[in-house]
Structures are given as structure tokens and as C-alpha cells.
């Protein structure tokens, strides 16, 4: 396995914030890691992340009830207040260029238009029960679908401002959420420790059994052949299904007591893994099934969501209110 060194860089970004670099060089790759503290005036409980068009970074602060956006060139972060009550966890981008945002306190879909930072909310149906709303996907219709882990899955047609919502089989858990090169939705239940696909006529959900019961399917995501790829928080493994082949493989993170959180595939179907028991980042290849480890200076970082653009990997470090990125070859 590579080797991490660390090296500080102060005063590129001025005296209100610092980067910590990290390089690893294999013998055919190689990755640098940077980091900024956000240097907020109050935490913000930063929960997931997206790349913005302008090449800065989205967060939702879902302590403070906040979109934030990041300029990794100044270092400089700027908070969006999302109305009274706002816990938002999921952030990302439209098709549009503007930030979608699943946000749990207003039990509402938001929407920032992008760079004019106006904001519309898309609420969930009058009547509809405490959803803790979670993550979204968009289709290729421009549709978007999401989920709530107390028990729904909903969807909200752009074009006609429609919120709809459903419960989702079995009840409680409904976690992450992606859709596939060829258009497929597909989301995962941390409660109930499965995958499922939805049927985009009708929104029902048809469920896939994984082969380790009780695994703690958290996040998941697809990689350019449409396989998908399965954070299990309860069993340590990070897991691949094919749906066309209808097959699974499973591979144990490395450590003594793996948490995989978040799961991202970048441009190159590498697959990147957070991994709380660990305190680490992990990019695995899927060619030769091997591990890279890349290990933070700081402690409990925390990472709950993984996203990325063409060769840098951004990770929201919600234990210590850090944002990171990793810069590949």
C-alpha cells in the first residue's frame, strides 16, 4: 500500500485559513489531499456536498439551517439562510445548474438557482407525516426522486411543480439514492437492509434482497456499466449488484471495525468509500479488488457524503467542519 506524507501549507489562503496536503504516489497514480476549515462565525453541522457550476462547492449545514457554498481558489464560504425550521441533508446539482436540496425541517424540496441564489420550495403533499426527508436523484426526464427514512419515497415532476409521495415497502429506512447510466432509480433502506428499484410509471418500489442480511444498506451509486455499488454501515462491506447479471460481490473495508458511510464512483468507475470506524477515505479499484487508504490528520472527520467532477473528490468533514478534497491524476 502507497504511503501518506503530510506537509502544511499556510498563508496561501490568508491567516483566517489553512490547507493540509497529503500525497499519495503509487507506482502508476498518484492523489493529493487538501483541506480548508470553513471558518464559519457558528458550526453548521455541514452534512453533504456538491460541485457547483461556477467551480465552487455546495453544503447543506443542516445544524443551521443553511446552504452553503465554498471557493476552494479563496478559501472563502458563504451561508444561504433556507427559511425557519431548515435542516437540510442532501444537496445536488440540477440539470439546470441550480442546487436541489432534500431538507427534513421543512419537509419541503428546495431549490437555489444558480449564481442568482433565489430559492423555491417544493413542499411535500398537505397532510403528509414527518418524512426526515434524505437524499434525491434526477432521472433522465428531469424528474427528481427522493427519499424519507421514515418510510417514503416521493417524487417531484419539475415541469408542473407536482410533489408526490408513496410508502415505501417495508416501511421505515429509505436511505441513499441514484439513478443508472440507462435511467434505472434505484434506493436503499438503512432500516430494513435492502436495494429497490422504482418503477418511474407508477413509483412503485420492487425490492432486491442482498445476500448479507442485516448489513446496513446506507448509500448507493452506479457506475458507468449501470452496476451499482452498496455502502453497508451494519456489516462493514462494500458491496456491487448487477442488475442485468443479477449477481452480487461483497468486499470487507480494511481495518478492525469498518463503517462505510458514503459511496461515490468517479469518472474512471473508481469507487471511493468513507469508512467512520476507520476514520478514512478509501478508493477502490474494481480491476485488481485492492484498497487505498487515505487517512486524515484530524480525528472523527465524519464523512457523509462523497461527490465529485472529473478528477477531484470532494468530502464534507462533518465532525470537524472541514471540507476536503482529493485531486487525482
Not at 241 to 264: C, E, F, I, Q, T
Request: aromatic share 10%; proline share 8%; hydrophobic share 40%.
Amino acid at each position: 500500500m502507497p504511503s501518506i506524507s503530510r506537509r502544511d501549507a499556510i498563508g496561501v489562503l490568508g491567516a483566517a485559513a489553512w490547507s493540509a496536503l497529503h500525497a499519495l504516489a503509487g507506482a502508476a497514480q498518484t492523489a493529493t489531499m487538501q483541506s480548508w476549515p470553513l471558518g464559519t462565525p457558528r458550526p453548521t453541522g455541514i452534512h453533504d456536498l456538491a460541485p457547483a457550476p461556477d467551480g465552487g462547492v455546495w453544503f447543506t449545514a443542516q445544524r443551521s439551517g443553511h446552504l452553503g457554498w465554498f471557493d476552494p481558489r479563496t478559501g472563502r464560504s458563504e451561508l444561504l439562510a433556507l427559511g425557519a425550521g431548515s435542516a437540510p441533508h442532501g444537496v445536488i446539482p440540477g440539470p439546470d445548474g441550480a442546487a436541489w436540496i432534500t431538507d427534513g425541517g421543512l419537509g419541503a424540496i428546495v431549490r437555489v438557482a444558480w449564481p442568482e441564489r433565489s430559492m423555491r420550495a417544493f413542499a411535500l403533499p398537505k397532510g403528509a407525516p414527518y418524512a426526515n426527508l434524505n437524499t434525491a436523484t434526477f432521472d433522465a426526464d428531469g424528474d427528481l426522486w427522493f427519499t424519507g427514512q421514515s418510510g417514503i419515497v416521493g417524487r417531484l415532476a419539475v415541469k408542473s411543480a407536482t410533489v408526490t409521495i408513496r410508502d415505501a415497502p417495508r416501511g421505515r429506512g429509505p436511505y441513499g439514492i441514484c439513478t443508472t447510466p440507462g435511467g434505472d432509480v434505484w434506493w436503499c433502506s438503512l432500516a430494513g437492509s435492502f436495494i429497490a428499484r422504482i418503477d418511474r410509471r407508477n413509483g412503485d418500489s420492487t425490492v432486491v434482497e442482498p445476500p448479507t442480511k442485516n448489513q446496513g444498506a446506507r448509500r448507493v451509486w452506479s457506475d458507468s456499466r449501470g452496476r451499482l455499488w452498496i455502502s453497508e454501515w451494519l456489516s462493514g462491506n462494500l458491496s456491487m449488484h448487477d442488475p442485468v447479471a443479477k449477481s452480487w460481490r461483497s468486499w470487507k473495508l480494511p481495518g478492525d471495525n469498518p463503517r462505510p458511510y458514503a459511496v461515490y464512483v468517479d469518472e474512471r468507475d473508481k469507487v471511493w468509500v468513507s469508512d467512520f470506524g476507520g476514520n478514512a477515505v478509501f478508493r477502490f479499484d474494481p480491476g485488481p479488488q485492492s484498497f487505498e487508504r487515505f487517512s486524515f490528520p484530524r480525528e472523527d472527520t465524519a464523512i457523509r457524503q462523497i461527490h465529485g467532477r472529473p478528477g477531484e473528490v470532494w468530502l464534507p468533514e462533518s465532525g470537524t467542519e472541514t471540507i476536503s478534497v482529493i485531486r487525482t491524476a
